[in-house]
């Protein structure tokens, strides 16, 4: 039936706008043809979500033409010029899913946890472990402080410790912690530890909590087990945290496919993007009060979030973490510290303004760098592999133990870069984007780059579990927007001397060449759709992909911005002197015409 699907309505309930799209088939293909957005209504004065999905669809109705709704009812299936076939919605509406995870040892049972809770487009908001240093009474305020969603309780192997897992069970039931959303019914908690231990943690948290036991998630020390306790999650999520916000049950009533938390649907699908392609890639949704960074290597997914991460509500903790030098040397215009904290206070004061002057903006993107940077290190230092283990994994439980383990992120391997979020997506230039990706994730060989148009991945991700077709369909061709292709070097050397020659042969017979001396970045016009081949020979000392000193001959893509050759350097040199570290960024800004003159 998927496939004889004419028409597909999708919504995400964010926690400050929910946005609703409409899929329709355009000569046998599926496009995004319309879209509307309505602020989101799960708070007072309304406490009724669907309130806000109404008028975002009665937007929909308007720019279309299509009558979609009869008074609150969604039309179904689809005729001429009426109704859908199918209705499905993602949310992250009154916070997301918010978790606290334990077990028995940090760095393993309790890490366990971690990535699976990740994986299900959790936000973790404290890890417990036995041996984590704080005391019993510490613990307990804890638990009992934080009022998350649910908590994931794992330890012990399969016949292995029981009293180290009873005991983090008694702490949860001297906490008595009562959920953050309805005030009446029992806090979720899945224990996926121990088998032994079962008969103990029933008696001790049956009769207090909603109690729900699923497979260990780490049955013997070689093995992680993340899918079963990934689905109770999603399970208790529908069940427990959506239906206690207002209006959710009734939203449940109208869609066609269970309701995913923004984060996972995507993860989702940007793996099924790299399973369709064939691809390596990277992606980031940076949003204003976590950003989450996604990757896909030969197969394994991966995510992480960075809770104190974000462009507006978080934005003081990027310039504490990063630190003001760091968010400093990205400007051209150099502002006091006094001021430069005021004006990043204001923002976290006052989430919702954008920037008026060029100054601004400027700003605002140099925070982007570095919460984009931080947030990739974050997610390099989970996206390791346990040598010589065997895995069960599927997507959203790619997360292996930091200990030992070899990373999944090889740069050079990277073949696509995805940005999302509102400083990305909605950058007055294009290149503006592509210019903030390639700082902060510092590319290595050639990799394309893309943003999310209008923010519909978390649409198509829900979609993609009842038509993985259409999903796919409008992710590669309404929702990524190609920003070109980038060949870096890695390597250093002093300022001017040769970094690699290059020539470019075009499709309608033109060619290019030249040398890029270290320090410089080129930008050559390559449009959307359009392929070239480029040589290119590094310098000795720098590396393009195929070894230090040795060619390279590649087919590059293009996109809005074009090919982008950067002799610049890994890792990227910012000269220590202000005036020179100024004079340098305005020849990048000037090279990438990042900025009207």
């Not at 702490?171 to 005030?183: E, F, S, T």
């Not at 943003?451 to 993609?464: A, E, Q, R």
């Amino acid at each position: 039936m998927s496939d004889e699907m004419t028409a597909i309505l999708a919504t995400d309930c964010g926690s400050t706008t929910t946005k609703a799209i409409l899929i329709e088939k355009v000569g046998g293909a599926y496009r995004q043809t319309f879209r509307g957005e309505s602020p989101t209504t799960v708070e007072a004065p309304f406490d009724d979500v669907t309130r806000g999905v109404l008028n975002a669809i009665q937007e929909v109705e308007e720019l279309s033409g299509r009558t979609i709704l009869d008074g609150e009812k969604i039309l179904a299936p689809a005729g001429e010029g009426r109704g859908v076939d199918l209705y499905v919605s993602t949310s992250s509406a009154g916070g997301g899913l918010q978790m606290m995870v334990a077990g028995v040892v940090t760095a393993m049972t309790a890490e366990s946890a971690q990535r699976c809770a990740l994986g299900a487009g959790a936000i973790v908001m404290d890890v417990l472990a036995s041996n984590d240093g704080r005391a019993a009474h510490e613990k307990i305020e804890r638990i009992r402080v934080l009022r998350p969603d649910m908590i994931l309780l794992s330890g012990g192997t399969d016949g292995g410790t029981v009293s180290h897992v009873v005991e983090l069970a008694e702490y949860i039931r001297a906490a008595d912690p009562k959920p953050r959303l309805g005030g009446n019914f029992r806090l979720p908690v899945i224990f996926a530890g121990n088998r032994d231990a079962r008969g103990r943690i029933q008696e001790i948290l049956g009769d207090r909590t909603a109690l729900v036991m699923t497979d260990n998630i780490r049955p013997i020390l070689e093995r992680e087990n993340l899918g079963p306790a990934r689905h109770t999650i999603h399970d208790l999520f529908l069940e427990h945290v959506m239906a206690q916000a207002p209006g959710y049950g009734k939203l449940m009533g109208w869609t066609g496919a269970p309701i995913m938390p923004t984060p996972a649907a995507v993860g989702l699908i940007m793996e099924q993007a790299a399973k369709a392609e064939g691809l390596n890639l990277l992606g980031v949704d940076i949003g204003g009060a976590t950003t989450d960074v996604f990757s896909v290597v030969d197969g394994q997914f991966t995510r992480t979030v960075s809770a104190n991460l974000g462009m507006s509500y978080s934005v003081s903790n990027v310039l504490a973490e990063a630190g003001i030098e760091k968010i400093e040397r990205w400007l051209v215009e150099p502002i006091a510290e006094q001021e430069l904290r005021n004006r990043i206070k204001n923002k976290m004061i006052r989430p919702t303004t954008i920037p008026q002057t060029l100054a601004d903006l400027a700003l605002e993107q140099a925070i982007s760098r570095e919460a984009l940077r931080l947030a990739f290190d974050q997610h390099k230092a989970l996206a390791v592999s346990l040598k010589g283990v065997q895995q069960e994994r599927t997507i959203a439980d790619a997360f292996e133990q930091e200990e030992g383990g070899k990373s999944l992120i090889d740069l050079y391997r990277i073949d696509l870069i995805i940005g999302s979020g509102g400083i990305l997506s909605h950058a007055p230039r294009r290149a503006q984007a592509m210019m903030m990706m390639i700082d902060a994730y510092q590319p290595l060989g050639l990799t394309q780059l893309a943003v999310d148009s209008i923010f519909m991945m978390p649409h198509l991700g829900v979609l993609s579990q009842v038509n993985e077709r259409a999903a796919t369909e409008v992710f590669l061709k309404d929702c990524l927007v190609p920003l070109g292709s980038c060949l870096a070097a890695e390597g250093r050397a002093k300022r001017g001397e040769p970094c690699f020659a290059y020539t470019v042969r075009f499709a309608d017979g033109r060619h290019t060449e030249g040398t890029l001396r270290f320090g410089e970045i080129l930008r050559l016009d390559l449009p959307s759709g359009a392929e070239a081949e480029l040589q290119a020979e590094p310098s000795k000392g720098f590396d393009l992909g195929g070894g230090k000193g040795k060619p390279v001959r590649l087919q590059v893509k293009g996109g809005v911005v074009g090919l982008i050759l950067d002799g610049r350097g890994r890792p990227l040199y910012l000269p220590d002197d202000s005036s020179d570290r100024a004079a340098q960024l305005r020849a990048w800004a000037a090279a990438m015409d990042l900025y009207p003159e």
